[in-house]
C-alpha cells in the first residue's frame, strides 16, 4: 500500500495558505493538547541544549520553533505554506537565532538545500498526518542529521481517525449527591480492517 499522495501536494499547501491565518489565530499560542501534552514530551525527547542546531519541520507559526530557540538551539523552521512562514517571522522577535524558509518538506532538492549534516536534531510537531507525502523527508532525513542525531515528531494516534470512534459523555452521581461527568473517545473494532 502507499502511503504518499503526491497528487495532493498542491492542493494540500493551497488549503494550509488559505487557513494559516485563521488557524494561528485561533490555537497559535497554544491549547492544553499542546502545551500539556505534546510539547513537553516533545521536549524531553529532544534534549535541547545551547548549540543544537534543530530543523522544525512543518513549523506553522513557528511556536514550537520559539520555544527551541528559549532554551538555547539555533533553529531553522521550513514550511510549505507561505502564509504559516509570513505569521511565524510576524511573531518571532528580531534577535531570535531563527530562520524560516518556506520549503517543501516533500521535495527532495528542497530538503538537500539546507546542507548535509547540518543539524543536530530535527522535529515535526504534530504535521506528518497532514502531509500527503512523506517518503522524500524521511529518505532526506539521513543526510540532513549526523550519525546519530535525533527526529522527534508526533502524529495523531490512528484509532482517532477511525470511523468507529465515538465520543461520549456520562453523568453519574456519588453517594454525597455530587454529579459527575465522565467524557471520553469509545473506539472499537481497532483491529478490525476498516470495510472499503
Not at 500500500?1 to 485561533?26: G, K, L, S, T
Not at 521550513?78 to 517543501?104: H, K, N, Q, W
Request: one cysteine or more; a negative charge; charged letters at 25%.
Amino acid at each position: 500500500m502507499n502511503a504518499d499522495f503526491p497528487e495532493h501536494v498542491d492542493e494540500n499547501r493551497r488549503i494550509w495558505n488559505a487557513n494559516a491565518r485563521w488557524w494561528d489565530d485561533r490555537i497559535g499560542d497554544g491549547n492544553d493538547f499542546q502545551t500539556v501534552l505534546i510539547e513537553p514530551a516533545t521536549e524531553r525527547l529532544l534534549n535541547v541544549t545551547t548549540g543544537d542546531t534543530i530543523l522544525d519541520i512543518a513549523c506553522g507559526a513557528g511556536r514550537f520553533a520559539r520555544r527551541m530557540a528559549a532554551l538555547g538551539a539555533g533553529v531553522v523552521g521550513i514550511d510549505t505554506s507561505t502564509e504559516f512562514i509570513a505569521r511565524a517571522r510576524e511573531r518571532t522577535p528580531a534577535d531570535a537565532s531563527i530562520d524560516y524558509l518556506v520549503l517543501d518538506a516533500a521535495n527532495a532538492n528542497d530538503l538537500r538545500s539546507l546542507g548535509a549534516d547540518r543539524f543536530t536534531k530535527a522535529v515535526c510537531t504534530m504535521a506528518l498526518m497532514d502531509m500527503p507525502e512523506i517518503a522524500p523527508l524521511f529518505r532526506a532525513l539521513s543526510g540532513l542529521l549526523p550519525r546519530g542525531g535525533a527526529f522527534v515528531f508526533s502524529v495523531t494516534h490512528p484509532c482517532f481517525h477511525s470511523a468507529t470512534i465515538q465520543r461520549f459523555a456520562e453523568m453519574y452521581e456519588e453517594e454525597a449527591g455530587r454529579h459527575v461527568i465522565l467524557t471520553g473517545v469509545k473506539v472499537s473494532s481497532y483491529l478490525s480492517p476498516s470495510p472499503e
